[in-house]
């Protein structure tokens, strides 16, 4: 846990959250900066000996601090947007490194990117494809591409999550890999540059990359054996995180081992990686506040200050965080569903949870909240984002300042 009591008092690195609550108020974001460099070494030294790419998948916070601080690292960016290009590209990730997935790039969005000249689009329809040729040519220049490969790998996972498996809208299916290959390999302006899966978020065990990869090899000889030659392979996202106790992911050593018990016969090919969560979602907390208890005569509330509109993830997919006291009693367990203030009855971040019972004013840190937590933020309810803050060691640095109301309508015309 990124957390821990000091005494009864929570701290994130060598600072007491109490003090940062005070001051900067809550819904309050927190990253330690440690965890982050941490986290992406364990990438990177995973996959030592190997060329590898680590492409941050900057969905899953896409701060402009953070993203700077990974680019410092070496990191690059999966992105799925025009808009994350231009954070990557603000925060200093080298076009080079930058990797584009997504089923719906519109056109717009694919010239932005070749003018950037950006390593590769993860191409995931065959239209696709011939609007990037249309685009490059316009262009005069040629497009990098892979196609993002479903290989029909069943994981364990929430079924949102899922990607990789038949029926999904992402990829194309692996039946029609090798012919689309062979008609992108005679279009102009394409060159082919890679193969990319992504199976799967949150997935806590190595093996369905392993099955994955054992698909999509057999895919890259056959492409080889015909002329197309594959540069990079993509292997998606990353690992899962613990956020229970019984959750225990698999290590970034050990997917290496299990991809490259396929792909080590490749001498000359690169492995891009694509993590999100793994990156950043241990490495993050969201703090709030409780704003009153009641009772409903069977039930346990308490109402905080923190939404689905910060952290949707218990609403969407039924997500377990834990949450624990910012500031450690001796009071009784109770059971009780933790709410936010929002008007829908899936506005919770734990349902019939067992907690020291708490009392108005007090503050709750909830844990592995910095994957798809304000990335997935909205203002429903005219209710405003909170602040972010990266500590290190001692030191608090603001990295997104709180909303303020007049932020509600500054865009709108009056
Ligand atoms: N690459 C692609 C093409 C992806 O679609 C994703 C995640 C990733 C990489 C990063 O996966 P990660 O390393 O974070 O597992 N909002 C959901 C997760 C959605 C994941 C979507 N794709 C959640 O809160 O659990």
Do not use: W
């Not at 995973?46 to 700077?68: D, E, P, Q, R, W």
């Amino acid at each position: 846990m990124l957390t821990k009591y000091k005494g009864s008092e929570l701290f994130v690195e060598n600072i007491s959250i109490t003090k940062l609550v005070k001051k900067y108020n809550t819904p309050l974001y927190i990253y330690s900066q440690t965890k982050i460099e941490d986290n992406f070494k364990a990438y990177k030294d995973g996959f030592k000996g190997i060329s590898n790419i680590v492409c941050y998948a900057m969905k899953a916070n896409s701060n402009h601090t953070i993203l700077k601080l990974l680019s410092k690292l070496g990191c690059g960016a999966d992105i799925v947007s025009g808009g994350e290009l231009y954070r990557a590209l603000k925060a200093g990730i080298k076009p080079q490194k930058i990797v584009y997935s997504g089923v719906g790039k519109t056109s717009k969005e694919i010239e932005y990117a070749l003018k950037s000249n950006i390593l590769m689009f993860n191409v995931e329809s065959f239209e696709e494809l011939e609007q990037i040729n249309k685009i490059a040519g316009k262009l005069k220049i040629k497009a990098k591409i892979s196609f993002r490969v479903n290989p029909d790998v069943d994981v364990h996972t929430h079924k949102y999550i899922t990607t990789g498996k038949k029926g999904n809208k992402f990829g194309i299916p692996y039946e029609d890999a090798f012919d689309f290959y062979i008609k992108a390999s005679k279009m102009k302006n394409i060159e082919i540059a890679g193969i990319d899966s992504h199976i799967g978020s949150q997935l806590l065990e190595v093996k369905p990359y392993n099955i994955a990869a054992l698909r999509i090899s057999k895919l890259i000889d056959k492409l080889e054996e015909s002329g197309i030659k594959i540069k990079y392979i993509d292997i998606g996202g990353g690992l899962g995180i613990k956020y229970t106790s019984s959750d225990k992911p698999q290590t970034p050593e050990q997917l290496k081992k299990a991809v490259m018990s396929i792909y080590s016969k490749y001498k000359d090919k690169t492995i891009i990686i694509e993590p999100g969560r793994s990156i950043i979602g241990d490495a993050g907390i969201l703090t709030g506040q409780v704003i009153y208890k009641k009772n409903s005569g069977t039930k346990n509330f308490i109402i905080t200050d923190i939404a689905m509109t910060d952290l949707i993830r218990p609403a969407l997919y039924e997500a377990y965080h834990e949450i624990l006291p910012v500031k450690k009693t001796n009071k009784k367990q109770i059971i009780a569903d933790i709410v936010g203030p929002v008007c829908e009855s899936s506005d919770f971040i734990a349902k019939d949870r067992k907690i020291s019972s708490l009392e108005r004013n007090d503050f709750i840190s909830v844990e592995c909240a910095g994957a798809y937590g304000i990335s997935m933020a909205s203002q429903y309810n005219s209710r405003l984002i909170g602040a972010e803050l990266l500590v290190k060691g001692s030191k608090v640095k603001v990295i997104r300042k709180a909303d303020k109301k007049e932020d509600l309508i500054s865009k709108e015309v009056k």
